[in-house]
């Protein structure tokens, strides 16, 4: 269910990417949508300091899915120390408007999220 197969060029630079759950996927209208991602906390204080923004490139590839996003090894490792963490994170859902990133909504849901999708 990928949004362009395997093209190259749907990965962002720095392969900052997420696989999404059914509750984002939207019959695949999230394909390329942008989110900030910061990590709030996790066992052993994993978090890195900031924020970092990913697109979608796919729709979760294991049934259940484990969380709402799976992340590439990538943009795991940007927000987390550790890579077999698990993470609470806190997402926003970006908009490109006027070629501005605009916030577009913000969930204030907290994830856990494991570090279970390698980046290419």
Known sequence: MGCNGNQQEQFPPGN??????????????ACGRRYRLRC???????CKDGT?????????????CPSTLL???????AISHSPKAK???????????????????VINEMLTIQYLWRSH
């Open 16 to 29: 900052l990417f997420v696989a999404v759950s059914e509750g984002l996927w939207d019959n695949g209208a």
């Open 40 to 46: 709030l906390s996790g066992n052993n204080k994993p």
């Open 71 to 77: 992340m590439s090894s990538n943009a795991f490792a």
């Open 52 to 64: 970092i923004d990913v697109k979608v490139v796919d729709y979760c590839p294991q049934s259940p």
């Open 87 to 105: 993470i609470n994170v806190e997402y926003i859902q970006l908009v490109h408007t006027d070629d501005e990133h605009t916030i577009h909504r």
